[in-house]
């Protein structure tokens, strides 16, 4: 029998909470982490009948934000839905959700596959409170009783859904959509995006087909996993495990696994009764939300560039190739930087607005600097970073220091070969190109009267080191001479420094002639 | 409406029927689903679907955190405690 090729297709459901200081239809304490079961619960969420729910306003801000950063549409209106099904962790019966009128559609974010961007489609972000915390408690002894605890803190926290198209072909696609999203939701500050902590949950809907063809075959959902990795290695075990089921002519039943940790495996859960019976209709104790154009559009400008949109512009507008612009885009500090060094050499940097606007490009001259800046920093810099263990930001280098360095270049004041000598120097000492190179500061000095004059500044200012050398202790003149190359700002020949250390030392040894 | 129809409504409702309260509700929820057949006669082709009958929209609070209740009060009608929380059967996922 031939055996079919199949092409895996994936699509993400995550759960975010948000970082408000309330939760979203009381004013409980949202920040229940670490407190004592049941003491962050008021009747709103504690679901006790009679109480009026009232929409915590900084959650929908955050919420939507989230959708403009990844570039759905926000419709005008938008509303609650109750969402029912009988659960113990659902202290109303029913969880306010949104449903037909989600607050965002249709955006899309990339993910870098290959050397490429790729899109992956948004479906949809929308907002709804968590549940309550089962804790399930088994007894130690075949026989006893098994039976759950409820927790009541979390229930009411907001929590954002983002649901993906199903536009994932890989398990490493999916890893890769979920550490851009979590980015894009630690740049904004609306969440801590904390999988191990359970702040930003992930559900999978995988399921395989024919390859060349668009024919949808039966997913299977996917719970239950708790980091990066585990989302990465339950996707590949469950793409393998439908892929035997399918060669050895079985089919795959719509279900829904939970990814056992420590065994690497999915296992069937017992479906919910009724999972697809949530009869759904409109929350009739909030009234819904119409966001005005103005708002929505005074918030997208209040949007932070995002690293994928930044790396976009630096290659459209900067002319970089895709490995420059994942280098320099990596950390905000190094892309800060890159630009500050161009705006000192005077080439027009251009702030982007994050959304993927095509800018023109810059022209020739500005482009060939940018090449440069860049050649620099993923070059001598990053390598004297590794070398020194340092952060950019902790570099003694100011982006001024290495743009006038650039413009002695072009000048033709040093060489190629050279600069790298002096740049050297500017990172050990933090001096400019300028003075390196003008030679009072770069040369040596070799001359013993000059050397000698500092040498005796360094010996009458530190009695006790001599003291200490003519006490026998042979690291006094290592220090000493540590001194004279301070005093000198390295520029002093250090051999001619030792020896005439050792001399005057050996002079103020024998006794006064006074 | 079929029996097992209201059997399944009993269910989601996690209400217990009878044979004869079954019965029963098979011709009371008959009527109901009858009457709302009347009203699907007027033609509503003009109109947006209604969400909300209160002519409201964004009410909003600001994100201030206040006191919850005392752990007491929220577990007082519990009709099982155990480590500060509601004891209930056993929920296998
Ligand atoms: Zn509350």
Redesign the pocket.
């Given at each position: 029998m031939l055996l079919m090729d199949y092409e895996t297709v994936i699509g993400l459901e995550v759960h975010a909470q948000l970082l408000t200081r309330s939760?979203i239809?009381?004013?409980?304490s949202a920040d229940y982490a670490g407190a004592e079961p049941n003491t962050?619960?008021?009747?709103?969420?504690?679901g006790l009948p009679g109480v009026l729910p009232t929409i915590n306003w900084q959650a929908m801000e955050y919420a939507v934000m989230t959708a403009l950063a990844l570039n759905c549409a926000i419709p005008e209106y938008t509303k609650f839905d109750r969402k029912n099904y009988p659960y113990p962790d659902l202290m109303k019966g029913y969880q306010i959700s949104q449903y037909d009128a989600p607050l965002s559609r249709d955006g899309w974010i990339t993910i870098p596959l290959n050397g490429q961007q790729k899109h992956i489609g948004i479906t949809r972000v929308h907002m709804e409170e968590d549940t309550a915390k089962l804790l399930h408690r088994t007894p130690p002894k075949a026989g006893g009783e098994t039976y759950s605890l409820v927790d009541v803190n979390r229930?009411?926290v907001p929590l954002m859904e983002i649901v993906s198209e199903p536009d994932m072909r890989s398990p490493e696609e999916a890893r890769q959509y979920l550490i851009q999203l979590r980015d894009i939701l630690l740049y904004l500050g609306v969440s801590t995006g904390n999988m191990e902590e359970g702040s930003f949950r992930c559900d999978a809907n995988v399921s395989l087909r024919p390859v060349g063809t668009s024919q949808l075959l039966t997913k299977v959902e996917v719970k239950n996993m708790n980091s990066f990795r585990a989302v990465y290695r339950a996707l590949a075990y469950e793409v393998e495990r439908q892929r035997a089921v399918l060669e050895r002519g079985g089919t795959i039943v719509q279900e829904t696994r939970g990814w056992v940790d420590d065994k690497g495996i999915t296992v069937s859960q017992r479906s919910k009764e009724f999972a697809h019976d949530y009869r759904y209709f409109p929350e009739p104790d909030l009234p819904p939300m119409v966001f005005s154009r103005e708002w929505v559009e005074e918030l997208r400008a209040r949007l932070p560039e995002f690293p994928q949109a930044r790396r976009q512009r630096f290659m459209t507008y900067y002319g970089l190739s895709s490995s420059e612009a994942d280098v320099l885009t990596a950390s905000r500090d190094m892309a800060d930087y890159f630009e500050a060094c161009l705006k000192a050499l005077g080439v027009p940097t251009s702030k982007g607005k994050g959304h993927g606007d095509i800018l023109p490009p810059l022209d020739a001259s500005g482009q060939k600097r940018a090449k440069s800046v860049s050649n620099w920093l993923l070059g001598e810099f990053s390598r004297l970073l590794n070398a020194t263990g340092q952060d950019i930001s902790q570099a003694q280098v100011t982006p001024e220091n290495l743009a006038q360095m650039l413009n002695l270049m072009e000048k033709g004041t040093i060489s190629g070969k050279m600069a790298k000598e002096v740049f050297e120097e500017m990172f050990r000492s933090g001096r400019s190109a300028e003075e390196i190179v003008s030679g009072t500061a770069y040369t040596q000095i070799s001359d013993a009267g000059e050397v000698e004059s500092v040498v005796e500044r360094v010996l009458a200012a530190n009695s006790r080191a001599v003291e200490d050398f003519r006490q026998g202790k042979a690291q006094a003149l290592t220090f000493l001479v540590g001194q004279v190359m301070k005093e000198s700002k390295g520029r002093a020949n250090p051999s001619l420094v030792n020896s005439l250390l050792r001399q005057k030392l050996e002079v103020q040894d024998e006794p006064s002639h006074g | 409406m079929s029996r097992q129809e209201v059997e399944h409504i009993a269910l989601l409702a996690r209400v217990g029927l009878t044979e004869q309260e079954v019965e029963r509700f098979q011709g009371h929820l008959s009527q109901i689903l009858d009457y709302f057949a009347i009203l699907e006669e007027v033609d509503t082709s003009g109109i947006s679907p209604t969400a909300q009958v209160i002519a409201l929209e964004n009410i909003f609070r600001s994100d201030v955190a206040s006191p919850?209740l005392p752990r007491e009060q929220v577990l007082a009608n519990g009709p099982q405690v155990e480590e500060g929380c509601f004891k209930v059967k056993a929920v296998l996922e």
């Amino acid at each position: 029998m031939l055996l079919m090729d199949y092409e895996t297709v994936i699509g993400l459901e995550v759960h975010a909470q948000l970082l408000t200081r309330s939760k979203i239809f009381c004013p409980c304490s949202a920040d229940y982490a670490g407190a004592e079961p049941n003491t962050h619960v008021c009747p709103v969420c504690l679901g006790l009948p009679g109480v009026l729910p009232t929409i915590n306003w900084q959650a929908m801000e955050y919420a939507v934000m989230t959708a403009l950063a990844l570039n759905c549409a926000i419709p005008e209106y938008t509303k609650f839905d109750r969402k029912n099904y009988p659960y113990p962790d659902l202290m109303k019966g029913y969880q306010i959700s949104q449903y037909d009128a989600p607050l965002s559609r249709d955006g899309w974010i990339t993910i870098p596959l290959n050397g490429q961007q790729k899109h992956i489609g948004i479906t949809r972000v929308h907002m709804e409170e968590d549940t309550a915390k089962l804790l399930h408690r088994t007894p130690p002894k075949a026989g006893g009783e098994t039976y759950s605890l409820v927790d009541v803190n979390r229930s009411g926290v907001p929590l954002m859904e983002i649901v993906s198209e199903p536009d994932m072909r890989s398990p490493e696609e999916a890893r890769q959509y979920l550490i851009q999203l979590r980015d894009i939701l630690l740049y904004l500050g609306v969440s801590t995006g904390n999988m191990e902590e359970g702040s930003f949950r992930c559900d999978a809907n995988v399921s395989l087909r024919p390859v060349g063809t668009s024919q949808l075959l039966t997913k299977v959902e996917v719970k239950n996993m708790n980091s990066f990795r585990a989302v990465y290695r339950a996707l590949a075990y469950e793409v393998e495990r439908q892929r035997a089921v399918l060669e050895r002519g079985g089919t795959i039943v719509q279900e829904t696994r939970g990814w056992v940790d420590d065994k690497g495996i999915t296992v069937s859960q017992r479906s919910k009764e009724f999972a697809h019976d949530y009869r759904y209709f409109p929350e009739p104790d909030l009234p819904p939300m119409v966001f005005s154009r103005e708002w929505v559009e005074e918030l997208r400008a209040r949007l932070p560039e995002f690293p994928q949109a930044r790396r976009q512009r630096f290659m459209t507008y900067y002319g970089l190739s895709s490995s420059e612009a994942d280098v320099l885009t990596a950390s905000r500090d190094m892309a800060d930087y890159f630009e500050a060094c161009l705006k000192a050499l005077g080439v027009p940097t251009s702030k982007g607005k994050g959304h993927g606007d095509i800018l023109p490009p810059l022209d020739a001259s500005g482009q060939k600097r940018a090449k440069s800046v860049s050649n620099w920093l993923l070059g001598e810099f990053s390598r004297l970073l590794n070398a020194t263990g340092q952060d950019i930001s902790q570099a003694q280098v100011t982006p001024e220091n290495l743009a006038q360095m650039l413009n002695l270049m072009e000048k033709g004041t040093i060489s190629g070969k050279m600069a790298k000598e002096v740049f050297e120097e500017m990172f050990r000492s933090g001096r400019s190109a300028e003075e390196i190179v003008s030679g009072t500061a770069y040369t040596q000095i070799s001359d013993a009267g000059e050397v000698e004059s500092v040498v005796e500044r360094v010996l009458a200012a530190n009695s006790r080191a001599v003291e200490d050398f003519r006490q026998g202790k042979a690291q006094a003149l290592t220090f000493l001479v540590g001194q004279v190359m301070k005093e000198s700002k390295g520029r002093a020949n250090p051999s001619l420094v030792n020896s005439l250390l050792r001399q005057k030392l050996e002079v103020q040894d024998e006794p006064s002639h006074g | 409406m079929s029996r097992q129809e209201v059997e399944h409504i009993a269910l989601l409702a996690r209400v217990g029927l009878t044979e004869q309260e079954v019965e029963r509700f098979q011709g009371h929820l008959s009527q109901i689903l009858d009457y709302f057949a009347i009203l699907e006669e007027v033609d509503t082709s003009g109109i947006s679907p209604t969400a909300q009958v209160i002519a409201l929209e964004n009410i909003f609070r600001s994100d201030v955190a206040s006191p919850s209740l005392p752990r007491e009060q929220v577990l007082a009608n519990g009709p099982q405690v155990e480590e500060g929380c509601f004891k209930v059967k056993a929920v296998l996922e």
